[in-house]
């Protein structure tokens, strides 16, 4: 038995001695033992009273005097108070280093409560998004005013980040993301991407300005080629062939420059998607029947089209997203191979599903397939012209549609690239159409 109980025990020891005596004199040992246990009963009173005067001081000095099993709960609280003291000044200590390292950093950091309430932020809110000490407590939304905004936080998906000009100054750009953390609560981070963007701008601007510049001497080119190659006066073959060569080139180089300008107006923000319906299956219909025309030593191409559905939304960039996809599969499939078109309705929407009996392309290419210029060596599969540009022609016209390119693979089993569109972009009757697009699509 441990020291307080067997204090505690002595006192009780003591005091029923004291009652059979008192019984003894009184002549009554049921008065004595009620005394005995108010006195008992008292002594408990006394020292809880001064446990809990003790705490209401809130001072974390040394405990009250006691004794007994009452000694051991006042040294057992006063320890338990001091480490939860140390772990207090510990944790504030963490707060602190947190506190200056966040507001060290140059990106924008809010805490944003439940209700998405300003809790706290740094020094670089107050010069991004004009945020100052009083605005503590506001939301977030009554201070960033921006539709774009506005949407994302609604959504609630925190996978994406939104793009808005700083509250201060128009020509500074902020990429806005959102973390979730502990329970209702968030980070809000807001970046300087303003330098970022005027990069990308000129990039894009410098790319659709060579390309421009690049059509004119290489139609020019291209005319005198065909005009040399096709003389009446009769020319050596060994020039010929030099001719002939010079006029591949050039048309693959006319090529290049066709799918650079292509990407450079789906990557401008000006270019907006204009919204009609797309006649799907008779645009699939189409693209098989040309691909079976470029060339007698090909695959068999079978088109399956499980439903009838249609799609609203830009019908020269749907086309050029689709026969990207099929002529690479054809281009890239043996001639006793096959390829299978199907369009389909997988219950989420509608999907195109292009699959081949290829090579196949090895794990570690595929992430990065959508990268203008990346190809990808496939044994078997030499000098077929490609550009580089296809699937980013592709990507990039599926994302104005907000569906998704997936891409399955595996060497030596062949690939499947298919197009995921959401539902609201699909139609399924004449009366869907008006619906869909007072949808705001």
Known sequence: MSSPWRSEFSFIFLALLVGAFLGKVLNSFV?????????????????????LVWLHSGRSGQPPQGDGVWEEIYYLIFRLRRRNKR?????????????????????ATVVLGPRDEIDWFNEAAERLLGLRRGDIGQQIGNL???????????????????????????????????????????????????????????RSDFVANVSHELRTPLTVLKGY???????????????????????????????????????T????????????????????????????????????????????????????????????????????????????VRWRDDGKGTRLDVEDTGPGIAQHHIPRLTERFYRVAVDGCKNKGGSGLG??????????????????SALGRGSCFSCCFPEERVVRGASQVDAKLAQGL
């Open 31 to 51: 008065i004595a033992l009620w005394f005995c246990l108010l006195a008992y009963l008292a002594r408990h009173l006394f020292y809880a009273n001064r446990l």
């Open 265 to 340: 107006r789906l990557e401008s923000a000006a270019h907006q998607v204009v919204q009609k319906r797309v006649d799907v299956p008779a645009m699939l219909k189409n693209i098989c029947n040309e691909a079976e025309l470029l060339t007698e030593e090909r695959p068999t191409i079978e088109l399956v089209l499980e439903t009838d559905a249609d799609l609203l939304g830009a019908e020269q960039e749907l086309h050029s997203a689709f026969s990207n996809l099929i002529l690479n599969a054809v281009k890239y499939t043996p001639p006793a191979g096959r390829v299978v």
């Open 225 to 263: 080629l065909e005009t040399l190659s096709n003389a009446d006066k009769p020319m050596s073959e060994s020039y010929l062939k030099v001719f002939r060569r010079m006029e591949e080139q050039t048309i693959r180089m006319e090529s290049l420059v066709d799918g650079l300008l292509s990407l």
């Open 87 to 107: 772990r207090k000044k510990q944790l504030i200590r963490m707060l602190e280093r947190f506190r200056t390292a966040t507001a060290a950093l140059p990106d």
């Open 391 to 408: 699937l980013a022609i592709v990507k990039h016209a599926l994302s104005r549609h907000g569906a998704e390119l997936k891409i399955m």
């Open 144 to 202: 960033l005013r921006y539709p774009k905004f506005s949407h994302y936080m609604q959504n609630a998906d925190y996978r994406s980040t939104v793009s808005i000009p700083s509250p201060l100054a128009d020509n500074i750009q902020l990429e806005i993301r959102i973390v979730p953390y502990g329970e209702d609560l968030r980070l809000l981070v807001a970046q300087d991407v303003t330098q970022l963007r005027f990069m990308e701008r000129v």
